[in-house]
């Protein structure tokens, strides 16, 4: 199973981002992406469900961010904007399947940093 990031960047704050994740390898059932900023724990910022299509998103992202998946659950986007300073971390693509649909897979994480 492979989770592939690509998309980060440098970019100045109110400026925007697109992230992209390419997922091979098992069915998915849900994708999502979480962030990691230095000397701080990884933490949630949004999913996206295969079967329903139903996204939740961290409330600090919310209005900001878009998640959004192709039909064949295979690669899942991130759309980052109006983007502020405190959204500078490491972005890592998340996805849950594998033959139990039960295990938890992670990309190896893309850098985003806002500029002032």
């Known amino acids: 199973v492979q989770l592939v990031e690509s998309g980060g960047g440098l970019v100045q704050a109110g400026g925007s981002l697109r992230l992209s994740c390419a997922a091979s390898?098992?069915?998915?059932?849900?994708f999502g992406w979480y962030r990691q900023a230095p000397g701080k724990q990884r933490e949630f910022v949004a999913t996206?469900?295969?079967?329903?299509?139903?996204?939740n998103y961290a409330d600090s992202v919310k209005g900001r961010f878009t998640i959004s998946r192709d039909n064949a659950m295979k690669k899942v986007d991130l759309q980052l904007n109006s983007l502020k300073r405190e959204d500078t971390a490491v972005y890592y693509c998340?996805?849950?399947?594998?033959?139990?649909?039960?295990?938890?897979?992670w990309g190896q994480g893309t850098q985003v940093t806002v500029s002032s």
């Open positions: 998340y996805a849950r399947g594998g033959m139990s649909g039960r295990v938890d897979y």
């Open positions: 390898g098992s069915f998915f059932s849900i």
């Open positions: 996206i469900t295969g079967a329903a299509n139903s996204t």
